[in-house]
C-alpha cells in the first residue's frame, strides 16, 4: 500500500527472515563467521542462540542460500516439544528420506546408510535445528548418538543447533556434559547497536529502491532504536507501522514524534517494547510460527534398542540395499514422503 506512494518496489519490513535482505551487522557477521567456521570442522555442534527476533532463523536461511549444493546437503529441521524418538524421525524426514512408518532402529538404518552414501560421494551431511530451545533433554541427547555415526575417522554427520537463550540453560545442565564436549564453538546472538540500526534500516529500504522517500530524520532513527532496543524484528514491526502511518498522513518526512505515537499504539495494543520478553502481539511471523509447529505432529511408534553405531564401507553395498527395501516398504504404506 504505502509502497507505491513512496515509490518503492516492494514491502522493506516484512516479518519473513529473507536472505535477500540480509544486513551484516557486526553480531549478525560474526555469527556467520561462526557457523560457516564450524562447516570447515566438518563435525561435531556450533550452537548459536540469541534473542526472541534477533535474527537467528535469518542467518540459517544465509548460510543455506550460500551453500555449495555439490559439496554439502543440508537438512534443517524447527524443533517442536519433541521426545527422542519423534526427533530422529524429524531428521530422517528433514533429509527427505520417509520415515513415518519405521520403527527405530530401521530409522536408524535408514539414516546411517543415507549418510554413509552421502558421505562416500564427496559430500558433506550438515544437520540444522532451528528453535532448539523447544528440545527436550532427551532430544538433545538423541542428538548426540547421531553425532556418532562414522565412516572410518570421519564424522558422517555435523549439527548446527540454534534457538533462543533459554536453549543456554539446557546446554549447561549437568547430563549435557556429553554433548558439550562435543560443541567446537558457540556463541549468542544480541540486538544491533544504535548505528547498526540505522544501517540496518536503510539498508533494508534501499533494497525496495529507497530514495530518501520517506525522509527520516536522525531523531526518528534514535527513537526507533530506544523502542526496539536494536532487535531486527521489533524495528521491521515498528517501521512497517510508521510507514504506514506515515502514508495516511501524506508525510514525506519521519520525525521522532511519529515513532513515539506509532510505538504507543504497538503498546497499547499489548506489542512489546525494549526490556518486554517474549514476542508482541501482532507479530505476524510468531503466528506463523505457531501454526506450522501445531502442523507438525508425527506419528509415534514403538522404538526398539539398537547396537553401537560404526560403520565400515565394505558394507555399504549391503546398508544400500537394505535402504532400498526400506524405502520401498516405506513407499508402500506411507505415500511418497514420510
Ligand atoms: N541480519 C539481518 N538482516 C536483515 N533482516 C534481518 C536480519 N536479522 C533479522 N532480520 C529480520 O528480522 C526479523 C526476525 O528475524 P528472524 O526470524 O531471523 O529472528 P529469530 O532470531 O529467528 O527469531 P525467533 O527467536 O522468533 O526464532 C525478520 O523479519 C528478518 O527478516
Ligand atoms: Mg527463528
Redesign the pocket.
Known sequence: MYESFYGLTGKP??????PS?????SG?KRAQSYLEYGLHQSEGFIVIT?????????????LLKKLDPTKVVAGQLVSTQLDAQDMLRLVVAAFGLPSRTLEKSQLLLVLETYLVSVTSKGKRVLLIV??AQNLTPRAVEELRMLSNFQLGEHALLQSFL???PEFRGTMLSPHMQQLRQRVIASYH?GPMNEIETRA?IE??LQHVGWNNRPRFEAEAFQAIYQFTGG???R??TLCDRLMLAGFLSGKEVLAAADVSEVSDEIVAEGGSSVGVQG?GAGDG??QE?ATRKASETVTRTQGSDIGPFGIHAANLEERLSLLEQAFSAAMSTAGPRG
Open positions: 519490513f516484512q516479518l519473513n527472515p529473507d535482505f540480509f544486513y551484516g551487522s549478525h540469541g534473542e526472541v527476533g534477533a535474527g537467528k532463523t535469518t542467518l540459517v536461511r544465509n532451528d528453535e540454534v534457538g533462543q546472538l540496518y539498508h533494508r532487535i531486527p524484528r524495528i521491521n514476542r511471523e510468531s510460527i
